[in-house]
């Protein structure tokens, strides 16, 4: 086919803009394995699991590098929250979908889009103003583990829900005429045959829940209290790798800097390995409705 | 078959009606609270009161939007930040907007459809669109600021929000062109028109609504956002004199004030306000024009 310069301009130009965003993610991958490197080869992939504290101010030879109660507190938090948001999220989406009336599903609706809407910084406000102070009433000293696991739910929240909500609408009619023409009770009809049929969409719903609620970090910094130490119950503080970085990048030099990137590295893997989770997920779930 | 309800049905029937009033609770006390503490601000105080106290509320309002920050922020206004924010958003959208459109373009107009390269872009940009924000900022800090040598500056946290907000406004911009129908990009190759202007003449005055959506909705991503820029942008609360001094965005006036500064609240909460107000602008907005593209998709289909 004939192309004149300017054609041909033009498509150098396009490739040339997709080959640069494509490269993005290889090249965010790149800087962050490359500036924690000198954790990895001074400090030892072993240190970060049995060094006595997380004293990294210091360099290599001296400074204290246990992430373990850092990451506990990554993990307790997240898990903490996807196990309050999965349940309340999804059967929030069946009273969308099943059970409310046209219009208050619709205004229900609106309100989680808005809630999706708030920026982490003000949701941690809130967090530290009003939920803190309620907290500490009950069991000092309210900036804790509890706290941020309640905040950290009403944020994955929107992302359950709507994607939960989506994978129903998404569900063929026929099943919810089939369970009709049977007789089934609301009940029945939502947990024997509308739920197995939206399985692989719940569980990536849930799962993009527990990627947000990984990544999570100003709420998070501004409400769990911060120190690292392994938490003995669910009133004590904790800190989270995404707070770590958040504090400590500042004022990080050396090694220090290197095990916060160390720290994002670990965090990119976890939220890598949830992915493809949810794409093993999606596509087992394709070959059970073909 | 029985068709009396079990207790575990009575059970589910129950605990689906009742799971939205915590969700939604909560939030509204959220919002509530929000409004009640950010305008309290803005209210003359009682001795004060005399003359038109909504031409003062409305003074108050100008005068914290424009005034600088006083003792960290404790008093006086946003004025600077709201300046380096607008000029973290323009560096941002100024560098995406055209990477995210060129992608779009060669992503659904000029690779085939299954072409590797192609599938390998959008599994590189849908990968990108679930990196956790703090790793765009600790990114933005070793490649920006220490690589390209730009320091803490509003620079280096533009240039980490476009890489951010890129797979978002990518997305939105193929959703405009898929609602141009193929029948005029035949009707164009039959009329013999070159690529350049089936693009330019076509394309994209037709796809203009799916773009502006996706910058939109980039620009209130990029205005939430706080942790990719501390490390970036920094922390100064001066009026920034360009692009390479260090500007603190709101979202990062709003973490400063309510966890490092003593008494900052009430300023903390007024400028979280004017920042969830703007968002619901932007989105409102966004919401707006979707419906009318979506119409239009209808319309053609």
């Given at each position: 086919?004939?192309?004149?310069n300017?054609d ?10 997709a080959?640069?965003?494509?490269s993005?993610v ?6 962050v394995?490359?500036e924690?490197?000198?954790?990895m080869?001074?400090i030892g992939?072993s240190r970060f699991l049995?060094?006595?504290s ?10 204290q590098?246990n992430?373990l109660?850092i ?5 307790l938090s997240?898990?903490?929250a ?9 059967l929030?989406?069946v ?24 920026p982490s ?26 706290t ?7 944020m ?7 994607l ?20 089934l009770?609301?009940?029945t009809t939502?947990?024997?045959?509308m ?9 990536t719903a ?6 947000r ?14 120190v ?46 949830l992915?493809a ?10 070959h059970d409705?073909? | ?7 575990f049905?009575?059970l589910?029937d129950?605990?689906?009606w009742?799971s939205?009033l915590p969700i ?6 959220l ?11 803005f209210?003359?105080?009682a001795a004060?009161?005399?003359?038109n ?7 108050q ?7 600088a ?12 930040i709201l300046?380096s924010?607008?000029l ?13 459109l060129?992608?779009?373009i ?33 990114f933005?800090?070793?490649?920006f ?10 620079a ?23 609602a141009v129908?193929?029948?005029q990009?035949?009707a164009a ?10 693009v330019?003449?076509?394309i ?6 799916g773009?502006v ?9 990029a205005?939430?956002e706080?942790?990719?820029?501390i ?7 001066r009026?920034p ?11 990062i ?6 966890m ?12 979280a306000?004017?920042?969830v107000?703007s968002?619901?602008v932007?989105?409102l907005?966004?919401?707006?024009l ?7 998709e209808?319309?053609?289909?």
């Amino acid at each position: 086919m004939f192309q004149s310069n300017k054609d041909r301009l033009l498509t150098a130009l396009v490739i040339g803009m997709a080959a640069i965003a494509g490269s993005i993610v290889v090249i965010i991958a790149i800087f962050v394995v490359k500036e924690s490197i000198p954790a990895m080869t001074h400090i030892g992939g072993s240190r970060f699991l049995t060094d006595e504290s997380w004293h990294p101010a210091d360099d290599a030879p001296r400074g204290q590098f246990n992430l373990l109660p850092i990451l506990l507190g990554t993990v307790l938090s997240s898990m903490g929250a996807i196990c309050v948001a999965a349940p309340l999220g999804v059967l929030s989406a069946v009273f969308c979908q099943f059970y409310a009336p046209l219009r208050v599903a619709r205004w229900y609706r609106m309100i989680i889009e808005l809630m999706a809407g708030v920026p982490s910084v003000v949701f941690g406000l809130w967090g530290l103003v009003v939920l803190v102070p309620i907290v500490a009433s009950i069991h000092p000293p309210g900036q804790s583990l509890f706290t941020g696991i309640i905040i950290l739910t009403l944020m994955i929240l929107p992302t359950v829900v709507l994607l939960t909500d989506a994978a129903f609408s998404s569900v063929s009619h026929s099943y919810r005429q089939g369970a009709a023409a049977l007789g089934l009770s609301r009940a029945t009809t939502v947990l024997s045959v509308m739920i197995p049929a939206a399985w692989s969409g719940i569980v990536t719903a849930v799962l993009l829940g527990l990627v947000r609620a990984l990544g999570e970090t100003m709420a998070v910094v501004m409400v769990c209290g911060n120190v690292v130490r392994l938490p003995k119950g669910l009133f004590d503080p904790v800190r989270t790798l995404t707070g770590t970085i958040a504090l400590e990048m500042g004022y990080a030099r050396g090694d220090h800097r290197a095990s916060l990137f160390f720290c994002g590295m670990v965090l990119l893997i976890l939220v890598a390995v949830l992915v493809a989770s949810i794409e093993i997920a999606n596509r087992r779930g394709r070959h059970d409705t073909t | 078959m029985t068709r009396r309800k079990t207790w575990f049905q009575f059970l589910f029937d129950v605990s689906v009606w009742l799971s939205p009033l915590p969700i939604a609770g909560l939030f509204l006390w959220l919002i509530g609270d929000l409004i009640l503490r950010g305008s309290g601000a803005f209210w003359p105080d009682a001795a004060e009161v005399g003359g038109n106290s909504v031409v003062i509320v409305f003074e108050q309002i100008i005068q914290f939007l424009t005034a600088a920050p006083e003792r960290a922020g404790r008093g006086g206004g946003i004025g600077p930040i709201l300046i380096s924010t607008g000029l973290i958003l323009s560096v941002c959208m100024t560098v995406a907007l055209p990477i995210g459109l060129g992608t779009a373009i060669g992503l659904s107009e000029f690779l085939p459809v299954n072409s590797r390269f192609g599938r390998l872009v959008r599994r590189s940009l849908d990968v990108l669109s679930g990196v956790p924000s703090i790793v765009f900022g600790l990114f933005g800090n070793a490649f920006f600021c220490r690589f390209l040598g730009l320091k803490f500056s509003i620079a280096s946290g533009g240039l980490t929000l476009a890489c951010m907000v890129l797979p978002l406004l990518i997305r939105s911009a193929e959703e405009g062109f898929r609602a141009v129908p193929d029948s005029q990009r035949q009707a164009a190759a039959a009329l013999g028109f070159s690529r350049w202007s089936t693009v330019f003449r076509i394309i994209l005055p037709q796809a203009s609504l799916g773009i502006v959506v996706g910058l939109i909705l980039g620009t209130g991503r990029a205005l939430a956002e706080t942790a990719a820029l501390i490390f970036t942008s920094g922390y100064v609360d001066r009026m920034p004199r360009s692009l390479g001094d260090s500007g603190r965005s709101l979202s990062i006036h709003i973490y400063d004030l309510s966890m490092n500064v003593p008494g900052g609240n009430e300023n903390a909460y007024a400028s979280a306000l004017v920042l969830v107000a703007s968002l619901a602008v932007i989105n409102l907005g966004a919401h707006q024009l979707m419906t009318r593209l979506l119409k239009r998709e209808v319309a053609y289909a």
